[in-house]
T-cell receptor
Framework: DAGVIQSPRHEVTEMGQEVTLRCKPI?????LFWYRQTMMRGLELLIYFNNNVPIDDSGMPEDRFSAKMPNASFSTLKIQPSEPRDSAVYFC???????????FGQGTRLTVV | RKEVEQDPGPFNVPEGATVAFNCTYSNSASQSFFWYRQDCRKEPKLLMSVYSSGNEDGRFTAQLNRASQYISLLIRDSKLSDSATYLCVVKNTGGFKTIFGAGTRLFVKA
């Protein structure tokens, strides 16, 4: 298996633009997580899905952020409109059961100017 | 107070040294505990799970103290390749919420 795949690896966009981050979890994993990492706040859980259903989105910072998982092999995190304070590394992770190891993708480094 | 707190470091140690990190958590209902390692500009990867009885993996030993609500990671005979950020991870009841500590940076020098 290729592991968790995220795209793009890097994204630079202007403030106000829509940004879509993509994630392909490991096949067979039932759980998918979106995290955001910054120097100031560390690694924060934004939202997670179980069997494609959002379970906990309490970490989503505001309405500008939305996440979807239309099928077991694909998820998106969208920011509209983007702001400079959204600049961070966004990680997607998947795991096959709760309380087991989460495997992370390589992350998307987002810069909003 | 943060749910999971770690000393950010950095810890600067010579090769061969023994170094220990602690991590405290605030939710007494927390059920699962892990240590992850993150190299610079890379994704976090599982280093080891932390069991109630304590566990060891080569040079690495993890321990859990539920009464005092902390977990620890001990690295013996430090190698240059151990230089990284070590993240403490706590999962609450049912694994519904995963909390990462901010990480402790370790630099091992020759």
């Amino acid at each position: 298996d290729a592991g968790v795949i995220q795209s793009p690896r890097h994204e630079v966009t202007e403030m106000g633009q829509e940004v879509t981050l993509r994630c392909k979890p490991i096949s067979g994993h039932d759980y998918l997580f979106w995290y955001r990492q910054t120097m100031m706040r560390g690694l924060e859980l934004l939202i997670y899905f179980n069997n494609n259903v959002p379970i906990d989105d309490s970490g989503m910072p505001e309405d500008r952020f939305s996440a979807k998982m239309p099928n077991a092999s694909f998820s998106t995190l969208k920011i509209q409109p983007s702001e400079p304070r959204d600049s961070a590394v966004y990680f997607c992770a998947s795991q096959d059961r709760m309380n087991t190891e989460a495997f992370f993708g390589q992350g998307t480094r987002l810069t909003v100017v | 107070r943060k749910e999971v707190e770690q000393d950010p470091g950095p810890f600067n140690v010579p090769e061969g040294a023994t170094v220990a990190f602690n991590c405290t958590y605030s939710n007494s209902a927390s059920q699962s505990f892990f240590w992850y390692r993150q190299d610079c500009r890379k994704e976090p990867k599982l280093l080891m799970s932390v069991y109630s009885s304590g566990n060891e993996d080569g040079r690495f030993t993890a321990q859990l103290n539920r009464a005092s609500q902390y977990i620890s990671l001990l690295i013996r005979d430090s190698k240059l390749s151990d230089s990284a950020t070590y993240l403490c991870v706590v999962k609450n009841t049912g694994g519904f919420k995963t909390i990462f500590g901010a990480g402790t940076r370790l630099f091992v020098k020759a």
